[in-house]
């Protein structure tokens, strides 16, 4: 019998209900692989792929991934957190402590790392002390904070690391580009601090914190420092992959299971799709159009549909404004769910918590974002980068 579409249909729902969770849980990577597969009609597979390729900042980004996974394991985050929110204070002044760890490790430890460590923090001191009611506001502040937080640094999130790569960026001109707009976000994150109240709680702990393995803890300071002297072109990036393989081979098997690798393979799709863009000259001349019209709004607004990271892996081949590029791409984390891929981090780690409000902590994450737009957007405004 010739199958026809009434009989295969049940067979098609079976298979799309079975892959659906994949998709809707890893919906950045399938986009990305999708755009790549459509450019490989205009531009057939060759070896000329791989000088789309950044290797550099694929290896030095999974590097930083297993590295900081480490430090994790090794429960140095939770000592120094509990340290610092132990004692008797003011539920204002722990709610500030709360989005002041994120803005902050976020600048070294990137801001899905700052979420995925802080985030449950906060849930968890929020039940304690039984002040539950602040938690989608605080939620929403960590999660701006990790995401403004970590433009101030090369190494604070994906696409910084990319751009500083792929334009040669000097230390210097990245931290005059980025270091205003950061200040201006710590000012701004401490006003919504001031929204909270007064009030007096004390945080005890039942059980303390210790640092699980301290010899393998020094081994990752030491390998993070060579992470950063490659960011900073002092330590040629291979030399730094193969130490950091072998240190994880003989001492860390498991962190290689850590590592995000579809952030990983949504990099190598995107750069193959933002290749194979730069030899389709039709779509060539549209981008190059558009993004000489301003840099920092088609950044901004690309941002807000793909993200940001793949919005500057696509952007960087259609333009030499790069302060413009870095700028919009940064800020444009800012805005909707998907315009950083962190905040996706924050909503579901709200959804698993009791009692979960997700259309309330959506409409305060739009506030809060739009808010923070305006503020910042003005400031490129007033500064003259909106070019």
Known sequence: MKPTLSTM?????????????????????VTAFLCAALSMFFVPPSAAYLDYIDFKVLALLFCLMIVVAGVQNCGLFDVLAQ?????RKQIRRLCLLLVMMPFFSSMLITNDVALITFVPFAIVVLTMIDRLHYLIYIVTLQTLAANLG?????????QNLYLY????????????ATLPYTLISLVVLVIGILFINKEKIEVQFTTRQTIKNTKQLIILAVLFLLCLLSVFH?????????????AMLLFAQDLFRRADY??????????ICAGNIGNIPQLQQLLAGVMERSTFVSSLLASQLISNVPAAVLLSGFTDHWRQLLIGTNI??????????ASLISFKLYLKTPNARPFRYLRVFTQANAAGLLVLVTAAWIWGHLS
Not at 165 to 176: E, P, T, V
Not at 234 to 246: E, F, K, P, Q, S
Not at 262 to 271: A, E, G, K, N
Not at 332 to 341: E, N, P, Q, Y
Request: charged content about 10%; cysteine-free; overall charge positive.
């Open 150 to 158: 970590s433009m101030a640094t090369p190494v604070g999130n994906p």
């Open 234 to 246: 002092l330590v040629h990036y291979g030399i730094v992959l193969a130490i950091v393989l072998l």
């Open 332 to 341: 444009g984390g800012l805005g909707t769910l998907v315009a950083s891929l």
């Open 9 to 29: 249909r049940p067979l098609i729902y079976k298979n799309a209900s079975r892959f659906w969770p994949v998709i809707k849980q890893e919906a950045v990577l």
């Open 165 to 176: 790569s792929r334009f040669h960026i000097s230390i210097s001109g990245f931290f005059s």
């Open 83 to 87: 340290k610092l929110l132990s004692g």
């Open 262 to 271: 579809s952030l990983l393979l949504t990099f190598v799709f995107f750069f």
